[in-house]
């Protein structure tokens, strides 16, 4: 299934995985974001591009254009969905000796 020239690879009944086409199909991070329909219809996006997370929508229309959406965004210049988080540095553990 093709939208906004994204791809939508099924990998399931009612369960896609959305990818970038501009990057390899073996890329993780092609993947902008899985799209599920449950049992009651209602259609849930886990978000792979920008802030993590999911969302529900009432149909699949809505749902196509929310990740084609999100995915423009994320390809604005300086848009901060443009670049993946930066890593919160950590200290190591406190010793028990």
Known sequence: MQHAGLRWDEIA???????????????AEAVIAYVERGADGTIEVVWLCGTAGTQIFVSIGDARRAVAERYAASRREGSPMSTKPVPIAHRPPLSTA
């Open 13 to 27: 009944e009612d369960a896609w995985r959305v990818c970038d086409p501009a990057r390899s199909a073996s890329d």
